[in-house]
């Protein structure tokens, strides 16, 4: 019969009293298999004799024997008064790897889920210049803020029990005020669902209306998390072309063909930046209405805005409960935070909130209060209002260096966000994936355009998250951009200029 498992000594160890072999023997060779497998490390503290043969179960001699082989093979050393430790002189040994299936087992059947092509999580990279989109300055926080709310915070004890899965009700009073005063959105606490980021808001969106094989427009070039999300809930994908206006609404298909769902970025259109204009905006309400579809509003950076005045938000136009509306707090405060907010007719939010109480019941209880004192005191507006002035001198900084690149190159997404998207002339023979390779040659990184496309990409370019970097680096980067691309679009010319000037017939 299996022998008792040493839990509270945290040893992986187990003895089995029916076994062959003597209990000293297995003693000793699990204990020296732990440590040459990493997980006893070299100078980690072991039970004494006494306790170790206590809760296995067995003689005080076992374990004493156990240990005398482990002392005379190197393996462990006793210090007088403190103890037996694993041997500090041993090599330090990685983990072994867990075990993995041979094969391909049932339950991994269905085809793994599409990998994200942005950068997540990958700390910057020393001496690298990265325009990385979506990434906020979280250095421009005020320090005192932020030590004085997670004060605020500590001074209460959590609760004893779980949350409402809609979230925090003071988080989602400040939330419903706060998009009122912004963006003009009349909706009340029962109206918020606070989620733990905006993945989890489109997670959930999908879930809650979409069965396998329904079709969802999706802008082209468009936001690769939520295509692939939505590709791993089994969604058909119909892309929705964009030009300088936003999307195409025209482009949707009608009647028995139209899209259950409609995914759009209005306020700063992803990754292109442009805008969706009011007209267009007032077509893909008329669309929703005529055709019982669903529009997902992402207004994820809307907060930015530089030269242009504020357009009305899809929801804040909506008058049937045609709008989900998403919003995030990783632009606005960190990323890291993952806390996002959702806006829904009553039907949609009632299932919504049954489906986060299924998964992870609530966003972390922490994380509410914190940003319901930040709102409530008026700390994020206040931010808000800083870094604003701090973005725009950056977004200057882009259009002073790229300007010129024109009729080359031009700058789209100058009005909003913490992006912009610099668009190649098919003309000017530039290739963005050569321009993007000999940027990072000389410590400059970028992404192409064409990773926002789900079919072939109708144009190239490249995306420039300016957000997260320090004005001089932004200079810097942005004069090898131009520089790159001058040398590139010139070179391209003369190889075109020598390639005809050896045709026959010219002069």
């Known amino acids: 019969m299996p022998g008792r498992a040493t839990p509270q000594l945290n040893l992986p160890l187990l003895l089995d009293r029916e076994g062959a072999a003597p209990l000293q023997q297995q003693l000793t060779e699990q204990v020296r298999r732990a440590i040459a497998a990493g997980q006893l490390a070299p100078g980690a503290r072991l039970p004494s004799t006494r306790a170790l043969a206590a809760a296995l179960g067995v003689s005080r001699n076992v374990a004493v024997a156990a240990y005398d082989e482990l002392f005379a093979e190197g393996y462990i050393g006793g210090r007088h008064g403190s103890g037996t430790y694993v041997e500090r002189d041993l090599p330090a040994r990685p983990r072994a790897p867990l075990p993995a299936p041979a094969g391909a087992p049932r339950w991994l059947r269905r085809p793994p889920p599409p990998a994200r092509s942005e950068q997540v999580g990958a700390p910057p990279s020393r001496g690298l210049i990265e325009f990385r989109p979506g990434m906020p300055a979280t250095g421009l926080l005020p320090r005192a803020v932020w030590r004085q709310v997670w004060r605020a915070v500590a001074a209460e004890p959590p609760p004893n029990v779980y949350g409402a899965p809609a979230g925090d009700p003071d988080l989602r009073a400040v939330v419903a005020a706060y998009l009122g ?12 669902v606070i989620t733990s980021g905006a993945s989890q808001a489109f997670d959930l969106l999908a879930r809650a209306t979409l069965a396998p094989g329904d079709s969802v ?17 089994g969604a058909r994908l119909v892309p929705l072309p964009v030009d300088d ?3 195409r609404v025209d482009r949707l298909p009608a009647g028995a063909a139209a899209p259950l769902l409609v995914y759009v970025t209005p306020s700063h259109q992803y990754p292109l930046g442009v805008r969706l204009v009011v007209a267009r905006r007032l077509a893909l309400l008329d669309w929703a209405r005529a055709n019982d579809g669903l529009i ?7 907060e930015f805005r530089f030269d242009a005045p504020p357009l009305p938000t899809l929801m804040g136009l909506d008058r049937e409960g045609r709008v989900a509306y998403v919003g995030t707090f990783s632009k606005s405060l960190a990323p890291a935070l993952r806390a996002g907010f959702l806006v829904a007719p009553a039907p949609l939010r009632e299932r919504i909130v049954r489906l986060k109480g299924l998964t992870d019941y609530h966003t972390a209880w922490p994380v509410q209060r914190a940003l319901a004192w930040l709102l409530a005191g008026g700390h994020l507006e206040r931010h808000i209002r800083r870094v604003r002035r701090e973005y725009a001198e950056r977004r200057t900084i882009l259009r002073e260096e790229l300007t010129p690149l024109a009729p080359r190159a031009r700058l789209l997404g100058l009005d909003a966000g913490l992006h912009a998207c610099l668009e190649l002339a098919p003309e000017s023979g530039l290739d963005a994936r050569k321009v993007a390779a000999a940027a990072l040659a000389r410590g400059v990184l970028v992404t192409t355009l064409d990773e926002y496309y789900h079919g072939p990409p109708d144009r190239q370019g490249l995306l ?5 970097l320090a004005a001089a680096d932004l200079r810097r980067g942005a004069r090898v951009l131009a520089a790159l691309i001058g040398e590139t679009a010139d070179g391209g010319r003369q190889t075109a200029e020598a390639a005809s000037a050896g045709q026959p017939g010219h002069r």
């Not at 005063?181 to 918020?192: E, F, N, Q």
């Open 296 to 302: 997902v509003e992402d207004d994820y950076d809307s």
């Open 464 to 468: 420039l998250g300016y957000g997260g």
């Open 245 to 247: 206006d936003g999307a």
């Open 217 to 233: 427009a999706i802008e082209e070039p468009g936001y690769p998390a939520a295509r692939n999300l939505l590709l791993e809930r």
């Open 181 to 192: 005063r912004a963006r003009g959105i009349a909706c009340g606490p029962d109206d918020v």
